[in-house]
């Protein structure tokens, strides 16, 4: 494995970068815009070396309490009355402990205090992933934190000496806080801030950061931007495309216009408009190679869109070598989290699309020989109150996540279980919430991220240029509560 090179992360570079192009970018569809930034310095990469990490993005806030769900006796006891009861016998939003025992999770090293986890019973594929080939692992409680923080003083109205991250509990911001560590309107995000480092290495520049979700801005860095691609393929541009059919029912008026497109013209706007229209022909046509024919029918299941966009990232991994890319980073996602109403019936037909889209990705990740060479990982707006609101629960902070690679040192829980909780006493155990059994984070989102970064290729001391407020982590809270800057989960 070959370190990133550092590169400068600054707003002034930002600012720079689409001042130059706005002038040439500005009225443009988003596709030529993009191909207009594909012009990153860049060197080929040295050695053999492949690495890419997968977002998924769970829009809405998924439920942790039932997802990774509390299993031991006396916890699961406290889950089911605060949350009042069996789901399906009507009488509230736990889930029924018989249920849990074929995804009981059962790591190798238990945890303390006799704590024991299940995942949703329609997880059984990640279950399984889990138990059997120790390719995922747990990460209990992790949000956004500025720095370490406990209840009172996340009570406290000394907001210099400990502040929170802004906006909590808004679905934008929250969205926004965990792909940039900045609420709603950031413009960079640390998946794009890790593909600026890794142009260098990729020949093929454009072709790092790579969405199948439409915008993100987890995927925009101060070079770097997101290249975006379908379901199907690239984004063709009809009208001067070499592949689809003709424009307007006329090939000569296809003709027409990739003629005007590849002329050379004596005005400097015209001449760079058609300039960015050839950049991205060229690279749709480098991505319809790439991905080549579909994975054989019953390698992805069918009727599930995140199985549909990972099946696209699958296929452009495939390609990696003609596109010219040794580090990449996409984004895909799922929505219909919100469920502030029939949790219990609308949750299982979730947690089923992603589990069997996970463990369809990495199971054709082992098919193409780079299991270890791809991570995938959960992210959410937040995690949701443990309380009920009836039937459903309402906007939360910490959350439980999955992280699934061959490089995943799983069948692991990482970071430290919360009590299940929601009083409102002065005891501890109200250290570890903010009200209505909102947990209040044990690890960071920069944590998390800083793991997955450092796997990628990220040397530590370009790591706080990546994720601005890890350089508040690294100790043990006098609350005994540990913040180590790599949390562990990658080997």
Not at 204 to 218: D, R, Y
Not at 344 to 365: C, D, T, W, Y
Not at 381 to 403: E, I, K, P, Q, Y
């Amino acid at each position: 494995m070959y370190l990133i090179n550092p590169a400068e992360h600054t707003r002034r570079a930002f600012l720079r970068r689409t001042g130059q192009l706005a002038m040439a970018g500005t009225a443009l569809p988003f596709a030529l815009n993009l191909a207009a930034m594909g012009e990153a310095a860049a060197q080929a990469a040295p050695g053999d070396d492949y690495r890419a990490l997968v977002c998924v993005f769970l829009f809405g806030g998924n439920d942790y309490a039932n997802t990774v769900v509390t299993y031991d006796a006396d916890s699961y006891g406290q889950y089911s009355l605060i949350r009042g009861g069996d789901g399906e016998a009507g009488g509230g939003i736990a889930i029924a402990r018989a249920a849990l025992a074929a995804t009981e999770l059962k790591p190798t090293q238990a945890l303390p205090g006799g704590r024991v986890y299940a995942l949703h019973p329609s997880m059984t594929g990640l279950a399984d992933l889990f138990n059997n080939q120790g390719k995922v692992a747990v990460q209990l409680n992790v949000g956004p934190l500025i720095k370490p923080l406990t209840r009172a003083q996340y009570n406290s109205s000394n907001r210099r000496d400990f502040p929170i991250p802004p906006k909590l509990f808004s679905h934008n911001d929250q969205q926004s806080v965990w792909q940039s560590s900045s609420p709603e309107g950031s413009t960079v995000g640390w998946g794009g801030n890790l593909g600026d480092l890794a142009l260098a290495p990729n020949s093929g520049s454009l072709f790092t950061c790579m969405s199948v979700a439409g915008n993100a801005v987890f995927l925009s860095g101060d070079q770097a931007l997101q290249y975006q691609v379908g379901t199907g393929g690239a984004v063709r541009i009809g009208a001067v495309s070499g592949t689809g059919g003709n424009l307007f029912g006329s090939a000569t008026v296809k003709a027409a216009m990739q003629q005007i497109a590849q002329r050379e013209s004596g005005h400097t706007l015209e001449n760079e408009y058609t300039k960015v229209i050839r950049r991205a022909v060229s690279a749709e046509g480098k991505i319809t190679e790439a991905i080549q024919s579909d994975f054989p029918s019953g390698t992805f299941p069918a009727q599930n869109n995140l199985a549909d966009q990972l099946k696209m990232v699958a296929r452009l991994i495939r390609g990696r070598e003609a596109l010219g890319v040794k580090r990449q980073v996409f984004f895909v996602s799922m929505g219909g989290f919100d469920l502030h109403d029939d949790l219990i019936a609308r949750q299982p037909g979730l947690m089923k699309g992603l589990s069997e889209a996970l463990v369809a990705f990495h199971n054709q990740m082992g098919v193409l020989g780079v299991a270890d060479k791809v991570t995938a990982f959960t992210a959410s707006d937040f995690g949701r109150t443990l309380s009920s609101n009836s039937n459903g629960s309402d906007h939360g902070w910490g959350s439980h996540h999955l992280v699934v690679g061959g490089a995943v040192k799983g069948k692991a829980l990482y970071g430290t279980a919360p009590p299940v909780s929601i009083t409102n006493t002065a005891s501890d155990i109200d250290q570890w919430h903010v009200g209505q059994g909102r947990l209040l984070p044990t690890t960071s989102v920069d944590q998390y991220a800083g793991t997955l970064a450092r796997w990628f290729g990220v040397p530590d001391d370009q790591l706080d240029g990546i994720l601005p407020n890890l350089r508040n982590f690294g100790m043990t809270a006098p609350s005994g509560i540990a913040y180590p800057r790599n949390v562990g989960f990658m080997a």
